[in-house]
């Protein structure tokens, strides 16, 4: 036994990997919050779930989001079949997957748009930081198949209705943009690049290589030289082709009719490939960009560079820790139904038998119970049932037993009663109360 012991001891302790996190009990109360506000939000507007596996051929990726990306080049999860032979990735995010699906499922002879909503663990090989993880989650929209402003203004406008229900939309702001279609963006894309000819020396390594693999980045790269040269470059609002121009006038009018704020900023892009016209994100008013907690935009070409016909689509996503970090900031407590409303605490033999049945029946009325299984005194139970912030204990000894009576106490007011064995299930109700019962439902 020492020797194991001291053997332990010399084993370096196991931690979680590097940018990945545990979810402790706390923080589930949060994640069950936001997806509670997600399905309610999406059942209203008639999205329906999905999920896609967490690994695909890392070409689902590669040619989703794009070679040149930094999200392919950079900070994929990938790995090799056994044989060699097929390359795999962890999803770095789900629309290339929802698309994937949408094609491989058939679901373009669905009646069109299809509505789809994900809540999913994704994997970037980032550098961790704050809000920055390489595992983390995403809630996430698309509408699959009809275009129109009215489809971007609606997703926005569950994006910011989520927003809202968690409390949080106040600390954000919604930053929108066009970024043209093919037509129009090819010339402005000339015209940036002859914009940053010649400045190549004041660019950040990164963006050297974008300069020529994907200009439109230059935008909206971080690095303070960059920025100081992206605010004077041409701005593409002034590129955008007639047609782009009305759609995007549509959808600033359809915002103001939903009475959603915006601030339009002409620098905005996006990090992903596959992105035209619309393009948005929310922001923090204090840090910007810096800890956006999602965006989206109108994917238009996705599905055909998937191997599909040309149909449009336009999606939302936004990360979930991220989100749990504002409504922390907030100061908001996730409403929750953790709480254990009764222990039950009890003495000898007899009574703990008879106190396993007791705890069953409460747990099937809804009542939230502990029981003390140990052999501890009833000090030391009364001390747990404390530890656990227990409403109520009930205590069962020898002469309880006898009697056929239950002590009940009354953990916040200290005081204690005797009640009859018999109704105590009946009293613990009434006690509680019929609305805070959990019971089993399977619409919640
Ligand atoms: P993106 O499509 O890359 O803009 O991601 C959408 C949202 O997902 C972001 O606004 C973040 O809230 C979240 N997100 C993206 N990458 C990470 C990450 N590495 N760690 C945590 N959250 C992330």
Redesign the pocket.
Known sequence: MSDMLEENQNQPKLKAPK?VHDILPEDHQFMTMIKKVVRHRARQSGFRRISTPIFESTDVFARGIGDSTD?VKK?MFSFSSKDGKRSYSLK??STAGVVRAYLEHGMINLPQPVELYYIEP?F?Y?K?QK????Q???LGFEVIGELDPALDAQIINLAHKINQDLEISELLTLQINSIGCKKCRGQYIEDLKNFYYGKERSLCFDCKDRLEKNPLRLLDCKEEDCQILAKMAPKIDQALCPECKDYHKNVLEFLEELDIPYVENTSLV???DYYNRTVF??WGKEEGAQ??????GRYDGLVEIMGGPETPAVGY???????IGYMKEKGIKPIHKDKIQVFVAQLGAVAKKKSLGLVGQLRDLGIHVLGAHGKGSIKAQMRMADRFDADWTLLLGQIEVQDGTIILRDMKKGSQEILSFDNVLEEMVTRIGPENLDKTTIWE
């Open positions: 940018g999200i900070e770095p995010e994704h970037r980032d961790p809000g920055r993880y390489r983390f989650h995403q996006r990090g992903l994100e929310f800890n956006a907690i999602g965006g989206g996503a936004a990360g979930m820790e991220r989100l």
